[in-house]
């Protein structure tokens, strides 16, 4: 279980980490449009949701998984839904918040929990008893 955990997190995080750069300078303009100020993080719930998708990815689509397309398949409804929920909502409230970028993170959200949760389960795979 740690060690699916460790995989799902450093996945997550590097996966994240080059989506999140690479699209920066339209998530800046997003951003600003809405708020009216640039975005600052705020690094104590950044690190809760990410614990929050990890401990999510393992519960939902790696533990219940008996092999690594499961879990992928699981992982991509479970990142679908999650994903969904929140860009949804923001194009429900914000008037800012731009169709195509929302319809963005609904695919980019299925694909990252979709891998994260596959390399899980493919790279570790526990016995059971």
Do not use: C, H
């Amino acid at each position: 279980m740690l060690t699916q955990l460790a995989v799902i997190t450093i996945t997550m995080l590097a996966l994240d980490g080059i989506w999140l750069t690479s699209t920066a300078a339209t998530s800046r303009r997003v951003f600003a449009a809405i708020q009216g100020k640039p975005i600052t993080i705020r690094w104590v719930p950044t690190v809760a949701v990410y614990a929050l998708m990890v401990g999510a990815v393992w519960f939902f689509a790696v533990r219940p998984a008996s092999d690594w397309p499961e879990a992928a398949a699981l992982g991509a409804a479970l990142g679908f839904v999650m994903y969904g929920l929140y860009d949804l909502t923001n194009l429900a409230t914000l008037s800012a918040y731009p169709v195509q970028f929302a319809l963005t993170d609904i695919v980019w959200g299925t694909t990252l929990f979709a891998v994260s949760a596959g390399l899980a389960a493919a790279y570790v795979r526990p016995t059971r008893a």
